[in-house]
């Protein structure tokens, strides 16, 4: 009697179900959304103000928060910076 309780709850428990289509889809929404993360730490990487990137950039200005306008942006070289 025990064997056949266990037997039953075993054909009773849900499958899992495999749909190599959906897992396509979440696999491909998965690497778009990796692609679009990469993109965008590649982006905040990559040098702005000459060999300073975005997180240099703006350290520096919080760190001569204190400086006024002109004396700042003389300290800053804006080779290579387009609009």
Not at 33 to 60: I, M, N, Y
Not at 63 to 74: H, L, V, W, Y
Request: net charge negative; aromatic share 14%; glycine share 6%.
């Amino acid at each position: 009697m025990l064997a056949d309780m266990l037997r039953m709850s075993a054909e009773a428990k849900n499958k899992s179900s495999y749909d190599p289509e959906i897992f396509k889809t979440v696999l491909n929404k998965t690497y778009r959304e990796q692609h679009k993360l990469d993109s965008a730490w590649e982006e905040l990487h990559s040098p702005l103000f000459g060999e300073l990137g975005f997180t240099e950039t703006v350290g520096r200005y919080l760190r001569a928060n204190r400086t006024e306008g002109k004396e700042f942006t003389e300290s800053v070289e804006y080779a290579g910076f387009c609009f």
